[in-house]
């Protein structure tokens, strides 16, 4: 067995006698290791052996997958629960209609009646006239011939009520789809603040090293380190409330997706744009001519005058068609006895009925019922001009947006060799760190105006779509 010293010899880098064992070496005095040290060392060894090949494996598993926007909306659509609750207001509205259309139908009933009478009541000349123990089972059919186009109308509401619920569905998904790009896009525009931010920090700690280095050579007074000082902690704030708004969009965007809050984020960039290419006035007309919300409206009126017609049902008589089976006994098989002359017995009836007089209660819910038509007509035409309100409103918007692309696009190298221009003047000392630091300043306005205009285009044309009703995940 190889003492300590002979170990040495043989080993790369430091010892592990010097990680396992308590025991100096000077102190073993070429003793061989002792034995409880060694399960110590050999779980090292395997451990480090283990992070050494599997390294990829690990960081493959805690690196979250990179998300793209088209995945976004489909991974949001699948998990928002406003578009799951429209979904069940679907079903809702559909068994809705189709219990109304039953009632079109004969309606069957059977019936089973037990009596117990005080006592047995019995006739001289005809016997028992009615016994003690009585059994009826009964079976009828009703068949509704005319209700004043109640039943017609109520079918009708319903079918208007399963189309509105499939409106309210699409409204919703729109909607998802528009939460999900601006949840996206914020994500995006936070971390390249937080960039923006990072990157004036790493300025001004460099400037402030040389304006440190100068003023200890005499060649600076203090107020101009004061300043980068001043100017750096300012800075490094900044950085501070970029990194909590990333934050905050990164745990919008798990919301929405319903993941766990602090779930890490990746997203692909963006930084392309396409020219929006539209005019205001087709703008217009894609937006009327697409919007569900005009379409829900639409529907709401048409349900409204449905109902309207409903209430006027009362104005005419009901008529209905049905008959009647029954059997009798003094047992429970219904078969007659002691008492009972015709054990069984059917009729037919026609009846109809008109409530002529009811102090005007029908003209009253007429009237009711045609001011809630009028309200939904109202707002309809409401709906319309907020359409085109936001129309115009979020193509302004993205105009205003795009036009700023294009602005700062070409000041950011402007702004960025102004930099570099003062840096190496205040250390050649024909400039001050004022200008200096206002030239960092103005480079990092600039690039913050830039990502702001990129990100606020792409938010503002998302806008757009959804105000022309459409749902391009572009």
């Given at each position: 067995?190889?003492?300590?010293?002979?170990?040495?010899?043989?080993?790369?880098?430091?010892?592990?006698?010097?990680?396992?064992?308590?025991?100096?070496?000077?102190?073993?005095?070429?003793?061989?290791?002792?034995?409880?040290?060694?399960?110590?060392?050999?779980?090292?060894?395997?451990?480090?052996?283990?992070?050494?090949?599997?390294?990829?494996?690990?960081?493959?598993?805690?690196?979250?997958?990179?998300?793209?926007?088209?995945?976004?909306?489909?991974?949001?659509?699948?998990?928002?629960?406003?578009?799951?609750?429209?979904?069940?207001?679907?079903?809702?509205?559909?068994?809705?209609?189709?219990?109304?259309?039953?009632?079109?139908?004969?309606?069957?009933?059977?019936?089973?009646?037990?009596?117990?009478?005080?006592?047995?009541?019995?006739s001289a000349f005809l016997g028992t006239t009615v016994p003690k123990n009585e059994?009826?089972?009964?079976?009828?059919?009703?068949?509704?011939?005319?209700?004043?186009?109640?039943?017609?109308?109520?079918?009708?509401?319903?079918?208007?009520?399963?189309?509105?619920?499939?409106?309210?569905?699409?409204?919703?998904?729109?909607?998802?789809?528009?939460?999900?790009?601006?949840?996206?896009?914020?994500?995006?525009?936070?971390?390249?603040l937080v960039s923006v931010a990072q990157e004036a920090v790493t300025l001004l700690?460099?400037?402030?090293?040389?304006?440190?280095?100068?003023?200890?050579?005499?060649?600076?007074?203090?107020?101009?380190?004061?300043?980068?000082?001043?100017?750096?902690?300012?800075?490094?704030?900044?950085?501070?409330?970029?990194?909590?708004?990333?934050?905050?969009?990164?745990?919008?965007?798990?919301?929405?997706?319903?993941?766990?809050?602090?779930?890490?984020?990746?997203?692909?960039?963006?930084?392309?744009?396409?020219?929006?290419?539209?005019?205001?006035?087709?703008?217009?007309?894609?937006?009327?001519?697409?919007?569900?919300?005009?379409?829900?409206?639409?529907?709401?009126?048409?349900?409204?005058?449905?109902?309207?017609?409903?209430?006027?049902?009362?104005?005419?008589?009901?008529?209905?068609?049905?008959?009647?089976?029954?059997?009798?006994?003094?047992?429970?098989?219904?078969?007659g006895g002691d008492g009972i002359s015709d054990p069984d017995s059917w009729e037919?009836?026609?009846?109809?009925?008109?409530?002529?007089?009811?102090?005007?209660?029908?003209?009253?819910?007429?009237?009711?019922?045609?001011?809630?038509?009028?309200?939904?007509?109202?707002?309809?035409?409401?709906?319309?001009?907020?359409?085109?309100?936001?129309?115009?409103?979020?193509?302004?918007?993205?105009?205003?947006?795009?036009?700023?692309?294009?602005?700062?696009?070409?000041?950011?190298?402007?702004?960025?060799?102004?930099?570099?221009?003062?840096?190496?003047?205040?250390?050649?000392?024909?400039?001050?760190?004022?200008?200096?630091?206002?030239?960092?300043?103005?480079?990092?306005?600039?690039?913050?105006?830039?990502?702001?205009?990129?990100?606020?285009?792409?938010?503002?044309?998302?806008?757009?779509?959804?105000?022309?009703?459409?749902?391009?995940?572009?």
């Amino acid at each position: 067995m190889l003492t300590w010293p002979e170990r040495r010899r043989w080993s790369f880098g430091p010892p592990l006698r010097d990680q396992c064992n308590p025991v100096p070496l000077d102190m073993m005095d070429g003793k061989v290791m002792p034995y409880s040290t060694l399960p110590r060392c050999l779980a090292i060894i395997v451990m480090v052996a283990g992070l050494w090949g599997a390294p990829a494996s690990l960081w493959a598993q805690a690196t979250p997958d990179t998300l793209t926007l088209s995945a976004t909306v489909e991974a949001a659509l699948g998990a928002n629960l406003d578009l799951k609750s429209a979904e069940e207001g679907v079903r809702s509205a559909q068994a809705a209609r189709d219990a109304q259309k039953t009632y079109f139908y004969p309606a069957f009933n059977t019936a089973y009646q037990y009596t117990r009478f005080y006592e047995k009541k019995t006739s001289a000349f005809l016997g028992t006239t009615v016994p003690k123990n009585e059994y009826v089972w009964s079976a009828s059919v009703t068949q509704p011939v005319f209700t004043g186009f109640a039943l017609l109308n109520r079918y009708r509401m319903a079918e208007l009520g399963l189309d509105l619920a499939g409106v309210m569905k699409q409204i919703a998904r729109q909607d998802v789809i528009l939460a999900a790009k601006r949840a996206y896009f914020a994500v995006l525009k936070a971390e390249k603040l937080v960039s923006v931010a990072q990157e004036a920090v790493t300025l001004l700690t460099a400037f402030r090293k040389v304006a440190k280095d100068f003023h200890e050579v005499g060649m600076t007074p203090l107020n101009e380190l004061l300043k980068a000082d001043v100017e750096l902690a300012n800075t490094r704030q900044e950085l501070t409330v970029a990194q909590n708004n990333l934050a905050l969009a990164r745990s919008n965007f798990n919301t929405l997706l319903r993941r766990p809050l602090h779930d890490p984020v990746r997203v692909e960039d963006v930084l392309d744009h396409a020219p929006l290419g539209l005019t205001v006035d087709r703008c217009l007309a894609e937006a009327l001519e697409n919007r569900r919300e005009i379409a829900a409206s639409e529907l709401e009126v048409g349900i409204g005058e449905k109902d309207l017609a409903l209430a006027r049902k009362d104005y005419y008589p009901k008529v209905s068609l049905g008959g009647n089976y029954y059997r009798l006994g003094t047992d429970p098989d219904v078969n007659g006895g002691d008492g009972i002359s015709d054990p069984d017995s059917w009729e037919i009836v026609a009846s109809a009925s008109w409530d002529f007089w009811q102090w005007g209660r029908t003209g009253h819910g007429v009237r009711e019922k045609a001011g809630r038509l009028n309200q939904a007509r109202y707002r309809r035409q409401d709906i319309e001009d907020q359409i085109r309100l936001s129309v115009e409103q979020a193509f302004l918007k993205t105009r205003e947006a795009e036009t700023n692309i294009e602005m700062v696009r070409t000041a950011i190298g402007q702004a960025r060799e102004n930099y570099r221009i003062n840096e190496e003047q205040y250390k050649e000392q024909v400039a001050t760190s004022t200008d200096v630091l206002n030239a960092r300043t103005l480079l990092s306005k600039t690039m913050t105006n830039y990502y702001n205009a990129l990100y606020d285009f792409k938010t503002a044309k998302a806008s757009l779509y959804r105000a022309m009703g459409r749902e391009s995940a572009e």
